[in-house]
Structures are given as C-alpha cells and as structure tokens.
C-alpha cells in the first residue's frame, strides 16, 4: 500500500504540469495549474495578494498540492505519514464533492437542462466531455491516496 501511496502522491504532483481541460473544451484548452502559477510574482507581497485575492477553492487546492508533494518526499525517504496521505487525498476528495454539490444546486436553481440530481453517471459523463489527463491524474491520484491513508501502509519489511 505504500507504493500505492507513492504513486498516488506522484501522480497529484505530475498532474500540476499536465493539462486539465480536453482539447475539445471551450474554456482554455491546454492549459496547465502550472501556468498559472507562473504568472504569480514571486515576492512576499506577489505571494500574499494571490492568496487574498484566492477563493477558499483555489486554496483548498493548492493544499491539496502541497501535501502531496510533502508526502511523496517524505514517503521516498522511509517516513510515509498515515495521516499526512489521510489529509492530501481528503482535501481534494472534499473539494469535489463540496463542488459537485453547489454546482447540482445552482444547475437546479438556474433551470439549465443539465440533471445532476443524484445522477453521478451524468456528472461522469459530462466531465469525461472536459477533463484532460491532468484532470485524471489529479483526480485517481487524490482519492488512491485518500484510500492509502485509510487503509494504512502496514509494517515495513
């Protein structure tokens, strides 16, 4: 399970340079969290006005990133922490269902033809339409590493 975890934990991080949005997506294809943060000045007041000017979601996310990161350099040195793989896998987890759920009930409250009222197939189906491969990557490796962190890494050998 820790080689899982190892994985899971790669393959968040890769996801930062891969790009999130299929090439048939209307917004941004191509483009990377990567990107994004270049953009940022990398200076203390640079830094704290990206982060004043964030919504909470964004720093979730960012969280999520630096845990994963954290973890992977841990796990590669012998000292995979249960709880730190609890807490990178959950952020993201959380974030998404956080985010699932305001979009089911703004969809109900506009009255777009979109039903995602207890219909995860639709909701799957419309992101398989959108995501790219770091979207994917993001995705399996945060919840593989939300598993890793509940089921344990078991007793080194």
Known sequence: ????????AAAVVVSL???????????????TPWDYLRGIELSLDGLRAAVEAA??????????FVL????LVLA???????????LAGALPVGLVGYLYLRAR?????????????????????????????????WGIG?????????VGFGARR
């Open 76 to 86: 590669v040195v012998g000292l995979a922490l249960r709880p730190l793989a609890l």
């Open 105 to 137: 009930d703004g969809v109900a409250g506009l009255g777009l033809p979109l039903d995602l009222s207890g219909n995860l197939t639709g909701a799957l189906d419309i992101l398989r339409d959108i995501a790219g491969p770091g979207l994917w990557a």
């Open 55 to 64: 919504p909470v979601e964004v720093l979730v996310l960012a969280a999520g």
């Open 1 to 8: 399970m820790r080689a899982l975890a190892i994985l899971a």
């Open 68 to 71: 994963a990161a954290v973890f």
């Open 17 to 31: 340079f891969l790009p999130w949005l299929a090439g048939n997506a209307r917004l941004s294809p191509g483009s």
């Open 142 to 150: 945060s919840l593989a590493l939300l598993l890793a962190g509940l």
